[in-house]
């Protein structure tokens, strides 16, 4: 037998006389090795032959390339991902979805697996990179914050991992979901931070000398998202019926700010605001740059940057002599305060735009359960003061 260089294919001679030539493609489904053959008369010929073969076989795979198809049955992680992104997400889903799958992809699991084939990828190697990025995955400001990753970082890479994954077994790529049976450590929620009823009024007096008071009303009586807020149209303000309509909301992706639809179908929603609220907004109208949003960027008119949003409130904290919390804080505090003052949590779920009451009590668990507590104090004095009348009560033996 003859053999020629890497990459060159073989020849041989057989024993009927004519010539042999092949070279490799690959493995199939049970391990086995494929390639292209050719045969010829002459050992010339053969060698011809394999070469027209080759070139055929590497345009061939260029053309498939260039159209992203999947040819292997048991591709690599990166050659999955690059599929899965390119053809099930991009165009199918929202855009800055497809940008966290990308960005925790690119981070924290394609360094992982990427080189790795899906069929190689166990639970245990799954349930060992999760722990092991909660415990020691920081990337950036680790001189700062540490090694460690939050918990909400971390489910979402388990998250996206997960999608990827089970959309390789809906594919037939891979019998069962590595990832589907992972299971995070328990780790103690972080102290829901809000401002007390008694530091709201430093905090407005603030906001009306840093000419910020109208957003600030307008996120303290509704408790809508950053995002929403930004986007706010003057057609979205109804001066009649005295509501705002949300249905769109600001995010940066990229380091561009874009228009994007709500986080879920939950948070297109109208949310009736105080007939005060309405003639404040109706004042700064007038005084403002002309702007088809409520509260425009004061330099361009066009859409405020939320990040400029986030520096100005830490400044006004400050000033204020508050705490420093986030902008996200002051919408947990309009929800904490309207269910203490007794409003019901399925009015209180709506005006936040969450999907169901239920998580609103999750989320307010703290707030609920006091709640429940007055409502069983107050059934108890009820009885305790109709003690009497209970007494004549008859029941049956």
């Known amino acids: 037998m003859a053999r020629r260089a890497k990459g060159e294919g073989t020849l041989r001679k057989r024993k009927d006389g004519r010539w042999e030539g092949w070279f490799n493609i690959g493995k199939d ?51 999955w991902y690059e599929i899965w992104l390119n053809t099930f997400c991009k165009g199918v889903i929202k855009e800055y979805t497809v940008h966290g799958y990308a960005s925790r992809f690119e981070l924290y699991i394609l360094p992982e697996f990427g080189k790795m084939k899906l069929s190689e990828i166990s639970t245990v190697a799954c349930q060992q990179f999760l722990v092991d990025l909660l415990n020691n995955g920081r990337i950036r400001s680790r001189d700062t914050k540490g090694g460690a990753l939050s918990i909400y970082t971390v489910k979402g890479v388990q998250r996206t991992l997960n999608v990827c994954l089970e959309k390789a077994v809906d594919e037939g790529l891979i019998v069962k979901n590595p ?29 009306k000398r840093s000419g910020c008071y ?15 807020i930004c986007a706010l149209e003057w057609t979205d303000l109804d001066t009649v019926n005295k509501t705002i309509s949300v249905n769109k909301s600001v995010r940066k992706l990229d380091g561009k700010l874009i228009i994007t639809t709500p986080k879920t179908k939950s948070s297109i929603r109208t949310i009736r605001i105080a007939d005060e609220l309405v003639d404040l907004l109706l004042a700064m109208k007038e005084r403002q740059i002309k702007s088809k949003y409520i509260f425009p960027s004061p330099e361009t008119g066009e859409i405020r940057d939320t990040s400029a949003v986030t520096r100005r409130l830490h400044r006004i904290q400050e000033r204020a002599g508050l705490p420093k ?40 668990m703290h707030v609920t359960d006091d709640m429940q507590k007055n409502a069983a104090d107050k059934m108890k004095n009820l009885i305790e003061n109709s003690g009497k009348d209970t007494k004549k009560i008859k029941f049956p033996a």
Not at 51 to 58: I, V
């Open 179 to 207: 990832c589907s049976k992972v299971k995070l450590p328990i780790t103690n929620k972080p102290e829901m931070k809000t401002l007390k009823k008694e530091e709201l009024s430093a905090f407005l007096e603030e906001t």
């Open 29 to 79: 489904e049970t391990g086995k090795t494929k390639r292209i053959s050719v045969t010829a008369k002459t050992k010339t010929e053969c060698q011809e032959k394999l070469k027209q073969a080759q070139a055929k076989y590497e345009e061939e795979q260029k053309i498939l390339s260039s159209h992203n198809y999947l040819t292997e049955s048991d591709p690599t992680l990166e050659r």
């Open 214 to 228: 109208e957003f600030y009303y307008l996120e303290l009586t509704t408790g809508m998202r950053l995002g929403e």
């Open 325 to 364: 919390i986030r902008f996200h804080d002051l919408r947990h505090t309009f929800a904490t305060l309207t269910l203490e003052a007794g409003v019901d949590v399925k009015t209180v779920s709506h005006m936040l735009g969450h999907t169901d009451a239920g998580f609103t009590m999750n989320t307010y």
